[in-house]
């Protein structure tokens, strides 16, 4: 039987202390077939990963109570393969490959390009699904 996580909307949850970006992305991501979630603190974004079980976070670099950064290894420590793309108006090469190297899937520049965007995010949940069924297969074979 599927589980009823895979087959349900895609889940995206946006931590970003903007409300303006919030607004944006949400009525656009919407738009587009995804269900969005909003944290607006660092701290409200590792709480929605727990309980909201995103299928992508999509996590602002600067925020007022805690970096990106630091927001990018708690949600490793709880989850090591929810994919999760850091946003920021102010990137760097520099930023760039240290938010790779902490496990960040991707470095968005703001203003973001939307149909760019959309297909990096369709890709990395396709993928993400796709992993998860087959690991359900294997599960019901071995049984």
Do not use: C
Not at 9 to 36: Q, R
Not at 105 to 110: E, G, L
């Amino acid at each position: 039987m599927p589980d009823p996580a895979v087959s349900a909307k895609p889940k995206i949850l946006i931590v970003d202390d903007d409300p303006d970006v919030i607004f944006a992305m949400t009525a656009f991501l919407e738009d587009h077939g995804y269900e969005v979630i909003a944290a607006r603190s660092g701290l409200e974004g590792v709480q929605r990963v727990e309980l909201d079980r995103p299928d992508l976070v999509l996590l602002d670099l600067m925020m007022p109570d805690r970096s990106g950064m630091d927001v990018l290894s708690d949600i490793r420590e709880r989850d090591r393969v929810l994919p999760v793309f850091m946003v920021t108006a102010f990137g760097s090469i520099d930023v760039a490959v240290e938010a790779l190297k902490r496990g960040a899937d991707d470095f968005i520049q703001k203003p973001w390009k939307n149909e760019q965007l959309l297909v990096e995010i369709s890709q990395v949940i396709s993928k993400r699904r796709l992993e998860t069924e087959n690991l359900q297969l294997k599960r019901a074979l071995k049984q």
